[in-house]
């Protein structure tokens, strides 16, 4: 099976903002991109990932993933991430209808394709499943096998709330890469240590925190 992964990017201007106290104004917009970047290269790179839907209106975020290869669907909702996300795999599934789909967070610099193919292979067991993140109160990616809505419920409490939802948790080892998400100077420093992205690396570099 290969999915379709919809992945959301908020405008660069707006994204990261508790990054403040390791990143300014003028780097947290190069720097969640390049999160994106590394996460959508990653996710082209395995081999149970069919292509990549990127929703955002940020028109520099669009240029760049589509250079990447990613599909750019324009976030017309503007209602915030799950309408986002539920515009994305709308999109796919117009042209794919049969097509499972998953959302994968944008903010995934350490993604190994290895890791995200377990995940995926595992998913595939259920019609939707979802895997927490790190911190075990969030969600880094849902799916929704063919003929199953994806119904994303992502933001404060995910995991509580896509377990509510029905979809079944996934409880898998050695997949730290597809569970670091990065929000805050802490997470940076976890998925620096695990071995971020040439995007993020370059820009890390300019940081203090690269070399603490």
Do not use: Y
């Amino acid at each position: 099976m290969q999915w379709t992964l919809v992945v959301p990017v908020k405008t660069l201007a707006r994204a990261k903002s508790r990054l403040a106290d390791t990143a300014d104004d003028g780097v947290r917009p190069g720097l969640a991109l390049a999160f994106a970047q590394d996460t959508v290269a990653a996710a082209l790179a395995c081999p149970a990932v069919k292509d990549v839907a990127v929703v955002t209106d940020d028109v520099r975020a669009g240029r760049e993933l589509a250079n990447l290869g990613a599909r750019v669907v324009p976030d017309e909702p503007g209602g915030g991430l799950n309408a986002a996300l539920a515009h994305g795999a709308a999109a796919v599934r117009s042209a794919r209808p049969e097509s499972p789909v998953a959302a994968l967070n944008a903010d995934l610099p350490a993604l190994r394709p290895a890791e995200l193919t377990r995940v995926l292979g595992a998913a595939a067991q259920f019609r939707r499943a979802f895997l927490p993140d790190a911190a075990e109160i969030g969600t880094t990616l849902l799916t929704a096998a063919p003929g199953h809505e994806l119904t994303p419920a992502f933001g404060p409490d995910s995991r509580a709330r896509h377990r509510a939802s029905g979809a079944v948790e996934l409880r898998l080892d050695a997949v730290d890469s597809v569970r670091q998400d990065v929000d805050t100077g802490g997470d940076l420093r976890t998925a620096l240590a695990l071995g971020v992205g040439p995007h993020t690396a370059a820009v890390a570099a300019r940081l203090l925190i690269a070399g603490q």
